[in-house]
């Protein structure tokens, strides 16, 4: 499960403080700063270490760009930029996501279960990036841990939450 709510498969505007255009896009781990300029694809690429997601830049000599905290691009000049979900139609072509809790649920318990009797199998490794990319992420309240989540107000016992919500502000 991931602990922090970017999936390389999630689609986002991203608005400058203040900004009610948005000045950048972010889809398939590519940011494009809008309006597009020149004929590059994208400006940055996100990158996953395992301190969480990192923006890499394209064309500047430097390459690092900040991080992305929570829905938060915290940029190397102090900006903070906001991460809105985008809403409209996927384009075609991109992997299809487990966004129904139930069906993410399943897939953690096949994991699980993979993980047990198939470890390093391809079918483990297919539910593992099923579950990457999958809209939700490992509560940021309770952690996802045993004696905390049953009480938890924001998973209510789940132990994940959507991609919406932002643990960052
Ligand atoms: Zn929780």
Request: proline letters at 9%; charged letters at 25%.
């Amino acid at each position: 499960m991931r602990q922090w709510p970017y999936s390389p498969a999630g689609r986002f505007l991203l608005y400058r403080p203040g900004q009610s255009e948005p000045a950048a896009r972010l889809g398939s781990r590519a940011l494009t700063l809008l309006p597009r300029e020149g004929v590059q694809a994208y400006d940055a690429l996100v990158r996953v270490d395992e301190q969480g997601p990192w923006i890499e830049y394209a064309q500047s000599t430097e390459r690092f760009g900040g991080r992305l905290e929570g829905l938060t691009w915290v940029r190397p000049d102090g900006e903070r930029w906001r991460l809105i979900p985008d809403t409209g139609a996927p384009p075609p072509g991109l992997a299809p996501r487990l966004s129904d809790p139930d069906a993410y649920r399943a897939a953690l318990a096949l994991h699980d279960a993979l993980e047990e009797v198939a470890p390093g199998s391809e079918a483990l490794r297919t539910v593992a990036r099923q579950i990457e990319l999958a809209p939700f992420y490992r509560c940021p309240a309770c952690h996802n841990t045993f004696s905390r989540r049953e009480d938890c107000a924001l998973c209510q016992g789940e132990g994940f939450v959507s991609e919406w919500v932002d643990d960052s502000v």
